[in-house]
Each structure stands twice: as C-alpha cells, then as structure tokens.
C-alpha cells in the first residue's frame, strides 16, 4: 500500500440550502445555514484517509476557532495533521449555496491557504520524501503547486493534480504531472475545448501528453469519466444514486482515485473505485461529512 500526501487547502463551509440557485440579483430565502469541514485539500486528504490509505495533510489555517475544527475534523478521518501550519491570516473559508437538486454554486475566500508558500513546503520536504503519491489541487498559490510538483518528481513520486478552481497551466507545471483531473468544465477552461465528446477529449489528451502529463481523466458528473492517455479514449459509465449534494463529488473522486492507486497501482481499477466513491458521497450531505468508509465502498461495489 502505498502513502500519500494531499498539499493544499483547509477551507470551514459554509452551506445554505435554498429551492433553486439564484440568478443574477435575485434575492432567494434559505431553508438552512451549516458549518461543516471543507477545502479541496481537506476534502481529498480526508476521503484518503476514511478509505484506510496512510496519508499526510500540507497546508495552513488561521489561529482561529475553524482552524482547530478543520485539524480535528481531518485528525479523525486518519489524516497525519502534523504538517497542517498555522498562519496569522484567517481560516479559509467557502460560501456554498445548494439548491434541492442537488447543484451548486461556490465562492472561495482563501484566507490561510494563500500564505501557503515554497518555502513551507521545503520545510515539509521530509513529508514528500516518505510519500509515494502527492495530491494538489489550485486553492493555494500556483507557485506553491509548481514548486510541489518540481520537488515531487524530483524525489520520484507519482503526482496527481486537480486543476480546481480552474486557471492556465503552463507547461513548466504540466511537465511534472502524471494524473491531471479536471472536471468539464475545467477542462474546457485549461484546455479551450468547446465540446466534449471523444475527438475533443482525444485531443486535449494529445495536447496534454506532449506537455508531460501520462493521463487525463475528465469527470463528467452524472454522465460518469473518461480517462485518455493521448491515443486511446475509455468512458466510464456513472453508477446510479439519487444525488442529494454534489458538493464534494470531485473531491471525494480525486480521494477515491488517489486510495485505489495507492493500492492497486492500476489507473483503471482506481478509476473504478473513484466512481463508486464518489457515488456514495453525492447521496449525503456535506463536504467531508458525505464521505464514505472502506468498507461502505468495498460493499457498494458488490451491490
């Protein structure tokens, strides 16, 4: 079994539950408000860690009382807190509306995680070196991420990178990508693809595999994955749930990715775990409160 090591963001949610998203200058009622732990991160570190793989947290919280929530939250999970530093500016934090059909709308505040810098990382090098695998994703300076993923490769690790939220990629931080996870739309947006079906994918593959990364998977939501390599193109169908929030689909696909490979070292077995994973947590509610155990699922799979 390999370990891994998830750099990057601790964010405290917060949730309103509203009848439907609002629309530009529409003024909506909640039927509810919610604290709960999140990030992208947090978020993929704790699936890791609720999926019984060995794994290191790397980012910042504030001094304040949702820093604390956010360690103890990951600590139970079975995330290794210990790399989790502290700074001087406020807990990030996310204003997530979900409305009953189980879509969303997000807006991030970075807070801590932009003070998240090199040479935090440099101080945590120990942790890179003793992982196999190293997850990031954009919610902290892309300098951080391209210095990560440098060192990363450098030291032999198998690097994945989810690019949420969504930005350019030079090639300098795709050379040292092996798995690159966007969903559509940020594949749309990193890639400038305006339809998604497979000679699109197949290209975006291409484009992405002459800039060093070895796979692209895209996920599709409700329409499943597709994973490429450059040459071939393989769908993978989604499994059937009634979605109550999709908040944490991705990450705890990225999570459910990272666990299968760390244990089965096989891109399409841990694809396939993915799915299943997040299948369980777009039935719950919540960010890191929706994500399965092992064992739920082990027995999802067999149903």
């Not at 860690?49 to 360690?71: C, N, Q, R």
Request: with cysteine; proline share 4%; aromatic share 4%.
């Amino acid at each position: 079994m390999l370990k891994v090591a998830v750099v990057g963001s601790l964010n405290m949610d917060l949730v309103v539950n509203v009848e439907k998203l609002p629309k530009e200058g529409e003024t909506l009622l909640g039927s509810g408000l919610s604290e709960v732990p999140g990030g992208k991160g947090a978020n993929q570190a704790a699936a890791i860690g609720k999926l019984g793989i060995p794994v290191s947290m790397i980012g910042k919280v504030g001094t304040d009382a949702s820093g604390s929530v956010l360690i103890e939250a990951l600590r139970s999970a079975g995330v290794d807190v210990s790399s989790v530093m502290v700074s001087q500016s406020p807990t990030g934090m996310a204003l997530i509306t979900v409305d009953q059909a189980a879509s969303n709308h997000i807006v991030v505040i970075p807070g801590a995680n932009g003070d998240l810098t090199p040479s935090d990382i440099e101080r945590q090098r120990a942790v890179i070196e003793q992982s196999d695998i190293v997850v990031l994703q954009l919610e902290i300076p892309v300098e951080t991420v391209a210095y990560t993923l440098k060192m990363a490769k450098s030291l032999g690790k198998k690097t994945v990178l989810n690019p949420a939220p969504a930005r350019e990629l030079d090639s300098a931080i795709l050379s040292y990508v092996d798995c690159l996870i966007p969903n559509e739309h940020e594949l749309r947006a990193i890639a400038g693809v305006g339809r998604l079906d497979e000679a699109a994918i197949r290209e975006a593959g291409r484009l992405f595999m002459d800039r060093g990364v070895r796979h692209l998977i895209v996920t599709l939501g409700d329409k499943g994955c597709c994973h490429t390599d450059g040459d071939f193109v393989r769908f993978h169908e989604a499994f059937r749930v009634e979605a109550a929030d999709t908040t944490a689909a991705g990450d705890s696909f990225v999570g459910g990715f990272a666990a299968g490979y760390s244990e089965w070292r096989d891109v399409d077995r841990a694809i396939r775990f993915a799915m299943q994973t997040a299948a369980i947590a777009v039935t719950r509610h919540g960010a890191q409160s929706s994500l399965p155990t092992r064992d739920e699922v082990l027995a999802f799979g067999k149903s």
